[in-house]
């Protein structure tokens, strides 16, 4: 009897489609026609191989499908989730390392290159952050796909739309490689170039729009005159809530204007011819710039061009694009509202290292309020250059002490957002509904509370963190003690299939405040997540699960998730012991509850006598007089 192959099918590596951004009808389009030509490809090889064959799908895509019964479809983020932790984590450390130093060359090479400069902000700086992350997904991706040809033990593996000249020899030898390419598929990176015009004249007509729409500015009344506005430069709702308290304390000055600016990414009409040329300059100077880098560069086993044609033809052309008209609709803000101080939320996003550079030059004060937990990216490399850091404890001060410019003052005031932790006893809750059927949790002192906090990574890391905590707890005999509770950008629906998969029912709620839910919980079941500082700051214990591989975009590690006293969990195993021992230790939990509070000043300082907010008026206020 003939031994049955195994053939292993890769689709969707290294395809546009995972790197630009195209219209929806189009991703349905693709997406229905690869399914077809599985289909197609799969019954021509039965037919050849008189049926005896096996086959296994590993796809890049976004969304799953299905071909038949027979065959296994395994997601990318499935086999990543699958590695071994220690053997991922020193593949995501290399990875990382080449990424930084492919950037640290683009940077260093490009410096003098005038077109990539706007006034005196260097674009590549701008979007440091972008493009390292960018470069640590596609060499990710490469890694995961070069460990998928070592370790497999198929017959034949067939490369589904992948261009062969991606790969170098030495690779395609190792195995029984094969390419089946259709030519929609490998002409995509063409027709991106044709959504990226469109994209440009869609925002041309946005920009037209808008303005004709946009409400002429009033004049300034005779009591505004005098005043001195103050400017938050913030990007999301989470950001605005962290500045809040310092805008209501600014509002009791009489002299004092508050405003915040939003990025529209519209072009602004005074700069639209700027904007023409600017994009035309850009364009004329991409092609030779790729030629020169590609022969800079060199990455074992895997042909760079394609990275260098993705990043320069789509994704640097783009945030270009935005840098721009941040740089410009920002100036025109200014021209309206001149600032005595403008306040930044974050260090690490284009648009405020677009507008640093313009605050420098303009002698305009800048001011960093961090609105979340300070991560330690180490692809990051170029120093910031605000006049001043508010750091919120001595271990973000030393943080940045070395990723700064010289003339940066850091100053620790503690979190303005996190005041009321520490002036008043937070509410403890009686009870929680569920989100779904409204089934009521109640809480009390004879109960132990479990509270598992989730996050919007891919749905795989999720799925493997949830079913842990369930397993563990069903162990245990206390999944009925079990709150799940709902990142905001999170809808619950991967939540549900897990539960009703396993038979359970823990309660799941998403628009409870967190510090409450927090305060009336008694252990937190967390990944790495700045819910943990604030579980430190109310104090109670904390399990961080650390045995998930997470996706290559995410490198960065928070700077408590250091700390000795932290539990840490490495396996299954480990979350199971850490939360029996202290369900049976209620001096434990007390422990852990002093710990934590204490560690915790070292990342969120608060002195009663000068508060956070007072202390951040106080720098602004400062400014003011030496104005």
């Known amino acids: 009897m003939n031994r049955r192959k195994k053939i292993l099918i890769l689709d969707n590596f290294f395809n546009a489609e995972n790197y630009v951004i195209f219209p929806k009808f189009l991703l349905k389009f693709l997406y229905k026609y690869k399914i077809q030509t599985l289909k197609r490809l799969i019954t021509k090889i039965k037919r050849i191989e008189s049926n005896y064959v096996d086959f296994s799908i590993i796809t890049n895509s976004k969304k799953r499908f299905y071909i038949d019964d027979n065959i296994t479809i395994e997601r990318l983020s499935d086999f990543r989730i699958g590695l071994n932790h220690t053997e991922f984590m020193e593949i995501k450390r290399n990875v990382s390392n080449i990424s930084k130093k492919l950037v640290v060359n683009l940077y260093n090479y490009l410096l003098k290159s005038e077109w990539l400069y706007i006034d005196n902000?260097?674009?590549?700086?701008?979007?440091?952050?972008?493009?390292?992350?960018?470069?640590?997904?596609?060499?990710?991706?490469?890694?995961?796909?070069?460990?998928?040809?070592?370790?497999?033990?198929?017959?034949?593996?067939i490369l589904l739309n992948f261009k062969p000249s991606l790969l170098k020899s030495e690779v395609v030898n190792v195995k029984k490689v094969e390419f089946y390419n259709t030519n929609i598929y490998m002409n995509l990176s063409k027709l991106s170039k044709y959504f990226i015009f469109k994209h440009i004249i869609r925002l041309f007509w946005n920009?037209?729009?808008?303005?004709?729409?946009?409400?002429?500015?009033?004049?300034?009344?005779?009591?505004?005159?005098?005043?001195?506005?103050?400017?938050?430069?913030?990007?999301?709702?989470?950001?605005?809530?962290?500045?809040?308290?310092?805008?209501?304390?600014?509002?009791?000055?009489?002299?004092?204007?508050?405003?915040?600016?939003?990025?529209?990414?519209?072009?602004?009409?005074?700069?639209?011819?700027?904007?023409?040329?600017?994009?035309?300059?850009?364009?004329?100077?991409?092609?030779?710039?790729?030629?020169e880098i590609l022969e800079l560069f060199n990455f074992n086993s895997f042909n760079l061009q394609p990275l260098i044609n993705y990043?320069?033809?789509?994704?640097?052309?783009?945030?270009?694009?935005?840098?721009?008209?941040?740089?410009?609709?920002?100036?025109?803000?200014?021209?309206?509202?001149?600032?005595?101080?403008?306040?930044?939320?974050?260090?690490?996003?284009?648009?405020?290292?677009?507008?640093?550079?313009?605050?420098?030059?303009?002698?305009?004060?800048?001011?960093?309020?961090?609105?979340?937990?300070?991560?330690?990216?180490?692809?990051?490399?170029?120093?910031?250059?605000?006049?001043?850091?508010?750091?919120?404890?001595?271990?973000?001060?030393?943080?940045?002490?070395?990723?700064?410019?010289?003339?940066?003052?850091?100053?620790?005031?503690?979190?303005?957002?996190?005041?009321?932790?520490?002036?008043?006893?937070?509410?403890?809750?009686?009870?929680?509904?569920?989100?779904?059927?409204?089934?009521?949790?109640?809480?009390?002192?004879?109960?132990?509370?479990?509270?598992?906090?989730?996050?919007?990574y891919d749905d795989k890391s999720n799925e493997l963190v949830i079913e842990t905590v369930i397993n563990a707890l069903k162990e245990l005999n206390l999944i009925n003690n079990l709150i799940i509770k709902l990142h905001p950008q999170e809808n619950g629906v991967l939540h549900r299939q897990i539960m009703r998969k396993h038979k359970v029912e823990p309660i799941i709620v998403k628009n409870y405040e967190i510090f409450e839910v927090i305060k009336s919980s008694d252990i937190l079941v967390s990944m790495s997540s700045t819910t943990i500082l604030e579980a430190m700051i109310i104090g109670i214990p904390i399990i961080i699960i650390d045995f998930i591989n997470l996706d290559f975009r995410i490198t960065g590690k928070l700077l408590f998730i250091d700390e000795e006293s932290l539990i840490i969990a490495k396996d299954y195993e480990s979350v199971v012991q850490n939360i029996n021992k202290l369900v049976k230790s209620k001096q434990d939990l007390y422990q852990y509850s002093l710990d934590y509070k204490k560690i915790s000043q070292k990342y969120s300082y608060f002195d009663r006598n000068n508060p956070p907010t007072e202390k951040i008026v106080k720098l602004i206020l400062n400014i003011n007089e030496k104005s």
């Open 311 to 456: 990043y320069f033809d789509y994704e640097f052309l783009v945030m270009s694009i935005k840098v721009f008209n941040v740089f410009y609709n920002f100036k025109h803000f200014l021209k309206e509202i001149p600032p005595l101080a403008i306040i930044f939320c974050d260090h690490l996003s284009y648009e405020v290292r677009t507008l640093l550079p313009y605050c420098e030059k303009n002698n305009i004060p800048s001011i960093y309020v961090p609105h979340a937990s300070i991560s330690n990216i180490k692809g990051v490399s170029a120093k910031t250059n605000f006049s001043y850091i508010t750091a919120s404890g001595e271990r973000i001060k030393q943080f940045f002490s070395n990723k700064i410019d010289q003339n940066t003052k850091i100053i620790v005031t503690g979190r303005p957002r996190y005041e009321f932790l520490y002036e008043k006893d937070v509410k403890k809750l009686d009870e929680v509904k569920d989100m779904f059927d409204n089934r009521i949790y109640k809480f009390s002192p004879d109960k132990i509370t479990i509270l598992l906090t989730t996050s919007p």
């Open 121 to 157: 902000v260097f674009i590549l700086k701008a979007l440091e952050f972008y493009t390292f992350r960018f470069f640590n997904k596609f060499l990710g991706e490469f890694e995961l796909f070069r460990k998928i040809l070592e370790e497999s033990d198929f017959d034949k593996i």
């Open 207 to 291: 920009s037209f729009e808008f303005y004709i729409k946009k409400k002429p500015v009033k004049n300034q009344d005779s009591t505004n005159v005098n005043r001195r506005n103050v400017i938050f430069v913030t990007n999301s709702k989470n950001q605005f809530e962290s500045v809040l308290p310092i805008i209501d304390h600014l509002k009791k000055y009489e002299d004092i204007n508050t405003y915040r600016y939003q990025n529209n990414n519209l072009i602004s009409i005074d700069s639209l011819r700027s904007f023409t040329n600017f994009c035309l300059k850009v364009r004329r100077n991409i092609s030779q710039c790729k030629r």
